[in-house]
């Protein structure tokens, strides 16, 4: 036997070399050395990996990696009012008891037999989503709303072979980014304008922009800058008279007091789920979806998994299974709709529970709570001196543009100060959005107590006040 | 005191578990709905918050409010819990079973202390825009994985953007059009893949924008190289492969591949989501390769979660590097720093960083085994399917094609066509019957290029007495298939329900995706 290897790992049972010995001689080899035949002399890793030694204990492991994550301040021990695409909420104990179950946890790709469990949660994930957005098809979640909205863009495409989107001004950076890459090089993005008193998109440059060789309209709502988008039922008309598809990309946590897009003409709805139960992660909590109503030109254009339910043999028991699977790059590889793979379905079980956990009065009571709760922020951040709460003349859902041009301090430097009394500011958009000047998003949620807004707005006032 | 026994003791020689899945028959979410009841408690905004801005909600705008209460169900927090408890126990997670039915899919052990410190407040509390000062230690993580990934691959360079390994095929996808556009090679539009390849491999560059070629194996199930010189020219965008390809087989002359590509133009990627029986053996940038992916949710150990969250690491080449989506974590030696300056970067595939509480789960897994842990994972992962290889081939009725008398690396396609012909039982009815004895058993990814597939891939994670568990109930089923074969066919009995209707699925008419769906879509019958 070799002096290689690491022997009696707890990971590895086999790597006992009595059981190494005995299965070797099964395959009439002699040595663990002999394996890897076909692998070439010179493709043959000679040196060492320089990987650092092995913690030997669970325990030095464990002593290890908390030391590291310790450097880490959270907010918790923080104060925070970033939101942009990720947002602090309250996740429900039951949320992580269930995505923390070892069945859903290490289960993958099973069948509609022995995954039933999995199958149901994420039908009724779809169900349930599908409810809030008041619509009748829901996919198996995407990687994220940035994904969802390429994908959903691609899918209005592919209905009307047209090869421009619509998208507003205003739209989060990251998700346009995502969906450059993603569309191209068959689908260009043109901007529409926004009216810089309200932020609402500018209708007059929507019509100008509009075309026959538009696919879809594409807004978010409540918008990446947190107003909300009055005009939704104007926009759906323009795209739809033209023969193009109204796109909406939603926060679903506003749905228990917004209405759903569809209801104002939407086509096609996605949105990002880590809002519902789902814990920031540093940015791994996001999870997309999309909607559409019920109709095959639309579900036939998914390239994601779509469960439906099904009966069975035995009278009285629900079966589950892929719906219209021919569709995938699973069944038809470079012929199929996109691609189809691993992406987030723990996050939409997960949802799935908040919203069973949640209900329809819960929905909306948290939607009425951040409502408050940011309008008092706005409210007494607009009291200090120079201080602008809401850069917007609109009303807003969660997330408002604090203008703080007037006050001939910089964000960034504000935002450094903040930092000192363990206060996270809002995002400085002075980069993003340069037009807006020394502007900063912030995120009001549920979370947020009285004292939390009171301090915050205590502190910038000694910022800027000393 | 009596030394006579009479208290017999259990026996339990019996060669195969007796297994039956839980089965709770649970209702639909909302079938249990009662008005009124509640889940959780919603916090209040503050009452003096409330005196001050009113209801909060009578400033939306008139169009913008929900007219109609969404019909979500009405629970008390107890019944949830037990509704997805159960459906939790009604699936098959690796955890509970020899999971090595699902093969190509790397179904290894997940170690719990790497999921228990990803889930504390240090990890899951940290938004991904706070001052850089705040999250050294994460970041301090995504760097030395970095750094690991670089010396497992011999690439220059990882991005851990991507949220899975489609994805990340898409994003070598987009780095490769990316790069010949910086040539200013854009006529180059084909790319060459293998069947034995994924099919994301193959899907992704197609939506990028390129035409596929596939090439098919030769006689003894490597990728043909006659066919690949014969479809290599001024076209050439590219390559993109498996190797060891999902048959298990490993082609040799990977690096003549990779070499009369590149002569070609054209820039090799490389798909390692079948690596686990590779580490510490070969790597990417001995064979020629540009640019590779690792499934961190693979062989990396972090979980499958049903499907995700997950990671597709993706590896470059210096040469490549400009072309990585931003942000990257860099070091100045003091702090770690997110870069954003990267001149011809392809943009963004995912929002923020990636999926960091993957990343991290993958850098505890790695440090818990070090360079000769991971070796001897790749050792015992080839011993174990070797083993395997031999002792399911000498069931009635299966063969491996291809390769003949040589070994296998991380998984084996396996053919039950002679069973299939001799009692008319078809690999999808012996996936049904595994699942009686509580196992996975995968077929194949379309199109079935070898007839009545399956493919295993044990991994490092199971013991010899877990292997030979699961060859017994193949062997069993094989008996049972020329015995009686009905039984079979008949399959699932244990699992947690029958046979179900497919013909629903492909109907407009009939499918259900939503539970309001169905609703409008069936009557009652009274």
């Known amino acids: 036997m070799t002096n290689r290897g690491y022997k009696y790992h707890p990971y590895i049972p086999n790597s006992v070399p009595n059981v190494q010995e005995e299965m070797l001689k099964e395959i009439g080899l002699k040595s663990i050395e002999d394996l890897h035949e076909d692998i070439p002399e010179d493709l043959t890793l000679k040196g060492e990996m320089n990987i650092p030694a092995p913690f030997k204990s669970e325990y030095e492991l464990k002593r290890h990696l908390e030391g590291v994550l310790n450097k880490n301040k959270t907010c918790t021990e923080y104060v925070n009012f970033l939101g942009g695409g990720c947002w602090?909420?309250?996740?429900?104990?039951?949320?992580?008891?269930?995505?923390?179950?070892?069945?859903?946890?290490?289960?993958?790709?099973?069948?509609?037999?022995?995954?039933?469990?999995?199958?149901?949660?994420?039908?009724?994930?779809?169900?349930?989503?599908?409810?809030?957005?008041?619509?009748?098809?829901?996919?198996?979640?995407?990687?994220?709303?940035?994904?969802?909205?390429?994908?959903?863009?691609?899918?209005?495409?592919?209905?009307?072979?047209?090869?421009?989107?619509?998208?507003?001004?205003?739209?989060?950076?990251?998700?346009?980014?995502?969906?450059?890459?993603?569309?191209?090089?068959?689908?260009?993005?043109?901007?529409?304008?926004?009216?810089?008193?309200?932020?609402?998109?500018?209708?007059?440059?929507?019509?100008?922009?509009?075309?026959?060789?538009?696919?879809?309209?594409?807004?978010?709502?409540?918008?990446?800058?947190?107003?909300?988008?009055?005009?939704?039922?104007?926009?759906?008309?323009?795209?739809?008279?033209?023969?193009?598809?109204?796109?909406?990309?939603?926060?679903?946590?506003?749905?228990?007091?917004?209405?759903?897009?569809?209801?104002?003409?939407?086509?096609?709805?996605?949105?990002?789920?880590?809002?519902?139960?789902?814990?920031?992660?540093?940015?791994?909590?996001?999870?997309?979806?999309?909607?559409?109503?019920?109709?095959?030109?639309?579900?036939?254009?998914?390239?994601?998994?779509?469960?439906?339910?099904?009966?069975?043999?035995?009278?009285?028991?629900?079966?589950?299974?892929?719906?219209?699977?021919?569709?995938?790059?699973?069944?038809?590889?470079?012929?199929?709709?996109?691609?189809?793979?691993?992406?987030?379905?723990?996050?939409?079980?997960?949802?799935?529970?908040?919203?069973?956990?949640v209900g329809p009065k819960g929905i909306w009571e948290i939607g009425q709570t951040i409502m408050q709760n940011?309008?008092?922020?706005?409210?007494?951040?607009?009291?200090?001196?120079?201080?602008?709460?809401?850069?917007?003349?609109?009303?807003?859902?969660?997330?408002?543009?604090?203008?703080?041009?007037?006050?001939?301090?910089?964000?960034?430097?504000?935002?450094?100060?903040?930092?000192?009394?363990?206060?996270?500011?809002?995002?400085?958009?002075?980069?993003?959005?340069?037009?807006?000047?020394?502007?900063?998003l912030y995120s009001v949620t549920e979370v947020h107590s009285k004292e939390d807004i009171d301090n915050l707005v205590k502190a910038i006032k000694e910022i800027l006040e000393p | 005191m009596d030394t006579t026994n009479t208290f017999k003791r259990i026996n339990r020689e019996r060669k195969l578990r007796k297994f039956h899945q839980a089965k709770w028959d649970e209702p639909i979410i909302f079938e249990l709905s009662k008005e009124g009841e509640r889940g959780i408690g919603i916090p209040k905004a503050d009452e003096k918050i409330a005196e001050c801005v009113g209801d909060g909600v009578s400033k939306i705008p008139e169009s913008m409010k929900r007219k109609k209460e969404p019909n979500l169900p009405e629970v008390a927090q107890a019944r949830v819990l037990m509704h997805f408890l159960h459906l939790s126990q009604e699936t098959l997670g690796a955890d509970l079973n020899i999971d090595i039915g699902q093969g190509t899919c790397t179904m290894k052990y997940s170690p719990k202390i790497?999921?228990?410190?990803?889930?504390?407040?240090?990890?899951?509390?940290?938004?991904?825009?706070?001052?850089?000062?705040?999250?050294?230690?994460?970041?301090?993580?995504?760097?030395?994985?970095?750094?690991?990934?670089?010396?497992?691959?011999?690439?220059?360079?990882?991005?851990?953007?991507?949220?899975?390994?489609?994805?990340?095929?898409?994003?070598?996808?987009?780095?490769?059009?990316?790069?010949?556009?910086?040539?200013?090679?854009?006529?180059?539009?084909?790319?060459?893949?293998?069947?034995?390849?994924?099919?994301?491999?193959?899907?992704?560059y197609a939506l990028m924008g390129y035409k596929i070629i596939t090439i098919y194996p030769d006689k003894d199930g490597y990728p043909d190289l006659e066919a690949l010189k014969g479809a290599l020219s001024s076209k050439t965008a590219g390559l993109v492969i498996t190797n060891p390809e999902d048959t298990g087989v490993y082609n040799p002359r990977i690096k003549e591949f990779?070499?009369?590509?590149?002569?070609?133009?054209?820039?090799?990627?490389?798909?390692?989501?079948?690596?686990?029986?590779?580490?510490?053996?070969?790597?990417?940038?001995?064979?020629?390769?540009?640019?590779?992916?690792?499934?961190?949710?693979?062989?990396?150990?972090?979980?499958?979660?049903?499907?995700?969250?997950?990671?597709?690491?993706?590896g470059v080449t210096k040469e490549l590097e400009r072309f990585l989506p931003?942000?990257?974590?860099?070091?100045?030696?003091?702090?770690?720093?997110?870069?954003?300056?990267i001149p011809d970067t392809v943009g963004k595939v995912r929002s923020f960083y990636g999926v960091p509480q993957v990343m991290l789960k993958a850098y505890s897994w790695i440090r818990s085994l070090g360079t000769e842990g991971l070796y001897e994972v790749a050792k015992v992962a080839v011993l174990n399917n070797n083993y395997l290889y031999k002792k399911v081939t000498e069931i009635k009725g299966v063969e491996a094609p291809y390769a003949k008398g040589r070994q296998r690396v991380e998984q084996v396609r396996y053919s039950l066509n002679t069973l299939t012909k001799d009692t008319g039982v078809?690999?999808?009815?012996?996936?049904?019957?595994?699942?009686?004895?509580?196992?996975?058993?995968?077929?194949?990814?379309?199109?079935?290029?070898?007839?009545?597939?399956?493919?295993?891939?044990?991994?490092?994670?199971?013991?010899?007495?877990?292997?030979?568990?699961?060859?017994?109930?193949?062997e069993q089923i094989s008996k049972d298939s020329y015995e009686n074969p009905e039984l079979i066919k008949g399959a699932p009995y244990n699992s947690v329900v029958h046979r179900i209707d497919e013909t629903t699925l492909d109907d407009p008419e009939k499918w259900a995706i939503t539970w309001r769906a169905y609703l409008k879509k069936t009557i009652k019958d009274e």
Not at chain 1, 105 to 128: N, V
Not at chain 1, 403 to 414: L, M, P, Q, R
Not at chain 2, 327 to 338: A, C, N, S
């Open chain 2, 114 to 204: 790497n999921e228990q410190i990803s889930r504390i407040p240090k990890m899951t509390e940290i938004h991904p825009l706070q001052d850089e000062s705040t999250v050294q230690g994460i970041l301090e993580v995504m760097y030395n994985l970095d750094l690991i990934m670089r010396e497992i691959s011999g690439m220059d360079r990882f991005s851990f953007q991507s949220g899975g390994g489609s994805q990340a095929a898409m994003l070598m996808a987009s780095i490769v059009r990316a790069a010949h556009k910086a040539n200013g090679d854009e006529k180059r539009d084909e790319i060459i893949t293998t069947i034995f390849s994924h099919p994301s491999d193959a899907a992704a």
């Open chain 2, 258 to 314: 990779t070499a009369l590509v590149h002569n070609a133009g054209g820039i090799c990627a490389y798909d390692q989501a079948n690596a686990n029986g590779l580490l510490g053996i070969t790597r990417a940038r001995e064979a020629g390769f540009d640019m590779c992916f690792f499934n961190l949710h693979k062989t990396f150990s972090t979980p499958h979660g049903c499907g995700g969250p997950a990671t597709g690491a993706v």
């Open chain 1, 88 to 357: 602090q909420h309250y996740v429900p104990a039951v949320c992580d008891e269930i995505n923390t179950r070892a069945e859903f946890l290490t289960a993958y790709g099973g069948e509609p037999y022995e995954d039933h469990g999995r199958f149901q949660a994420l039908f009724e994930y779809q169900s349930l989503v599908a409810e809030l957005v008041d619509m009748d098809v829901v996919n198996v979640p995407t990687i994220d709303w940035g994904q969802a909205t390429a994908t959903a863009i691609r899918m209005a495409s592919r209905i009307n072979g047209r090869g421009e989107v619509i998208v507003p001004r205003t739209i989060c950076p990251d998700r346009l980014m995502i969906i450059q890459n993603y569309c191209s090089p068959d689908i260009k993005c043109v901007f529409v304008d926004y009216n810089e008193i309200t932020g609402q998109m500018d209708i007059e440059d929507l019509k100008a922009k509009i075309s026959s060789n538009t696919t879809a309209v594409y807004f978010e709502n409540p918008s990446f800058l947190g107003f909300i988008e009055g005009q939704g039922e104007e926009i759906s008309k323009i795209a739809h008279k033209i023969g193009a598809e109204c796109i909406v990309g939603v926060d679903p946590i506003s749905l228990g007091v917004l209405e759903a897009p569809v209801n104002y003409g939407a086509d096609i709805v996605c949105g990002d789920l880590q809002p519902l139960g789902i814990h920031m992660n540093y940015g791994g909590g996001q999870s997309g979806f999309i909607a559409t109503r019920d109709e095959e030109k639309y579900v036939m254009e998914y390239p994601s998994r779509l469960f439906g339910i099904t009966p069975t043999t035995v009278e009285g028991e629900y079966g589950f299974g892929d719906v219209a699977y021919d569709r995938t790059s699973f069944a038809k590889r470079e012929g199929g709709k996109e691609y189809v793979g691993t992406q987030t379905a723990l996050w939409g079980i997960t949802s799935g529970v908040f919203l069973s956990l």
């Open chain 2, 326 to 341: 931003i942000p990257q974590v860099e070091f100045d030696g003091d702090k770690y720093y997110l870069d954003y300056n």
């Open chain 1, 374 to 440: 940011s309008q008092y922020a706005i409210n007494k951040l607009s009291e200090i001196k120079n201080v602008n709460g809401s850069l917007f003349n609109s009303c807003n859902f969660k997330e408002f543009i604090v203008d703080f041009n007037a006050t001939g301090k910089s964000v960034e430097d504000i935002n450094k100060e903040l930092l000192d009394k363990k206060i996270f500011g809002g995002i400085d958009l002075s980069n993003t959005f340069k037009e807006l000047g020394q502007v900063s």
């Open chain 2, 426 to 474: 078809t690999s999808e009815d012996v996936q049904r019957r595994m699942f009686d004895y509580g196992m996975h058993y995968w077929t194949s990814h379309h199109p079935y290029i070898v007839p009545q597939p399956f493919t295993l891939e044990p991994t490092e994670s199971y013991s010899k007495d877990e292997l030979d568990e699961y060859i017994e109930v193949l």
